[in-house]
């Protein structure tokens, strides 16, 4: 079993509210040409360490997609600041595919700022549409699946709908085409070897994911169990904005990917056992590491479950967490969440929330299976069997 790893101590949150800093989070960032091209440049030299003269295309890009991501975090604070207040229900919309495309040009049109960006990437000496080929696609689906789900949180953001997509963060989500000998090679795609602008880690955002393990009796309450395990895993969170057209709101997709600093054992690094001491980091990570793993084995029919569940499990929380702030009793859910499950592979968050409101709530059966029932819709994309799981 690992040890615990290290960790701060308690963060301490501020005695008062600064006005600056206030006004500054509920003002939209000025529009002109001047203000975007020192924000270009601000992230040129600040961020990305880069001269005049040591600067290229892909460094330009970077840079001005840091300057169009931040203005999409200041309306993305605000959107969610407006659905908490009107105390909005929200849509969910569970997917273990987004094949959103390329964001940059996107978010340009979004905020109707392709004129003034365009200016200023042509005054520091490049063009618009070259910096726009520097993105790459984001890995995050292969096929129509994905496009829809995409389609669906990008509609959502565009008629004001409080929408969020929930999937998982893939390293390699699409494979790159080789063609060696006449024949097509398919090797990883790796798409995040380079900063992504359009992703936000937040540490802050974690749930712990169970699995394997035992069920003992609760000792509080002999009608109850209490579901024990050593293999927990942390899935944090890593937003992406979807920004609405003609609109100042922001949707949101909300990715997950397991933590694996605090599985590193070193004790087992200390005495020799290098393998053992990554070996749980290798099975974190490898859970988020590939869409749809080949499941022609049994081994990898496991993977995809695993990986299915924590997808599962940790959205389940995350939703049931934000309800809670609301101070409104469990059974009130479906009056605050719709959540859509996209074909088969969520379909894990059924029994999931089930668990959470009978284990966590304490809730009663009947009860429980109200809400779930209430709560979920599902998408039906076939009925081959070779396509349902």
């Known amino acids: 079993e690992l040890l615990a790893s290290g960790s701060s101590s308690q963060t301490k949150t501020p005695t008062k509210v600064d006005n600056m800093f206030q ?33 290229d295309s892909g460094h330009a890009y970077l840079a001005s997609a840091f300057s169009v ?5 200041q309306r993305w604070n605000l959107t969610n600041e407006f659905h908490d207040r009107m105390k909005a229900k929200r849509v969910y919309y569970m997917s273990l595919e987004f094949l959103i495309g390329r964001t940059f040009d996107n978010a340009l049109l979004a905020l109707d700022l392709r004129k003034e960006y365009g200016e200023t990437l042509g005054e520091v000496g490049f063009r618009l ?21 995409a389609c669906y949180v990008d509609s959502m953001a565009c008629s004001d709908y409080p929408g969020w997509g929930y999937g998982l963060r893939y390293k390699y989500g699409m494979f790159q085409q080789q063609i060696i000998n006449g024949y097509q090679v398919e090797v990883p795609d790796c ?19 169970k699995f394997y393990g035992h069920l003992v009796r609760d000792p509080n309450n002999d009608e109850r169990y209490v579901w024990e395990s050593n293999v927990v895993y942390d899935a944090m969170a890593f ?44 099975a974190a990570q490898i859970l988020t590491d590939v869409l749809y793993p080949n499941d022609n084995t049994n081994d990898g029919k496991e993977l995809r479950l695993r990986q299915e569940y924590l997808f599962c499990s940790a959205t389940l929380q995350d939703i049931v967490a934000r ?17 859509q ?27 429980a ?11 039906n994309h076939t009925i081959l069997p070779e396509a349902m799981e």
């Open 23 to 55: 006004n500054y989070s509920h003002s939209e960032i000025a529009r002109d040409t001047a203000t975007i091209k020192n924000s270009v440049i601000m992230h040129l030299t600040a961020t990305f360490l880069r001269t005049p003269t040591s600067m």
């Open 129 to 149: 549409e070259d910096i726009i080929d520097e993105e790459r696609d984001a890995a995050l689906g292969n096929g129509g699946l994905g496009r829809l789900a």
């Open 191 to 209: 798409w995040l070897d380079s900063p992504n602008p359009w992703e936000f880690p937040r540490p802050d955002v974690t749930y712990p994911v």
């Open 323 to 339: 309800f809670k702030k609301t101070g409104r009793p469990m059974t009130e859910l479906p009056e605050l969440a719709a959540i």
């Open 369 to 379: 299976w109200e809400v779930t029932t209430r709560t979920f819709a599902f998408t």
């Open 239 to 282: 937003d992406v904005p979807v920004p609405g057209y003609g609109t100042t709101n922001v949707g949101n997709i909300r990715l997950w990917s397991c933590k694996t600093n605090s599985l590193f054992d070193l004790n087992k690094f200390n005495s020799g056992d290098y393998g053992g001491a990554t070996g749980g980091q290798v």
């Open 341 to 367: 499950l996209n074909d088969t592979h969520p379909t894990l968050g059924i029994p999931e929330l089930m668990r959470i409101l009978l284990d966590e709530e304490e809730m009663s059966w009947d009860d």
């Open 69 to 73: 991501r931040d203005r999409l975090l």
